[in-house]
């Protein structure tokens, strides 16, 4: 059984900083892939980051591109979100998600694995 765990969120200034992070218990089963997703209120969940767990390739939203930056601490099972230079338009639920391959980004459907969610409300 695969858990995910996130932490992290809060509340901040525009313009300020964040750091999520996601314990990924997955016991023997191997995942290729971490990523983030969002959802504010009355939106579809987006896909705002990725990584490989192999080779530590990335992908990101348009919106959040030279803003946040996706990392795995591989000792620790944990995978990082940093969010710098935030706005009020991140503000959301933000999801970790895992799974055995490498799917489609965007759709969060073709994710496996997903955590609870952790709040992030950036006010103007």
């Known amino acids: 059984q695969v858990q995910l765990v996130e932490s992290g969120g809060g509340s901040v200034q525009a313009g300020g900083s964040l750091r999520l992070s996601c314990e990924v218990f997955?016991?023997?089963?191997?995942?290729?892939?971490l990523a983030w997703f969002r959802q504010a209120p009355g939106k579809e969940r987006e896909a705002v980051a990725r990584?490989?767990?192999?080779?530590?390739?990335?992908t990101y939203a348009d919106s959040v591109k030279g803003r946040f930056t996706i990392s795995e601490d591989n000792a620790k099972n944990i995978v990082h979100l940093q969010m710098t230079s935030l706005k009020p338009d991140d503000t959301a639920k933000y999801f970790c998600?895992?799974?055995?391959?490498?799917?489609?980004?965007?759709?969060?459907?073709?994710?496996?694995?997903w955590g609870q969610g952790t709040q992030v409300t950036v006010s103007s």
């Open positions: 998600a895992a799974d055995r391959y490498w799917p489609g980004f965007h759709d969060a459907d073709n994710w496996d694995y």
């Open positions: 990584i490989h767990t192999a080779d530590d390739s990335t």
């Open positions: 997955s016991g023997t089963r191997r995942l290729e892939s």
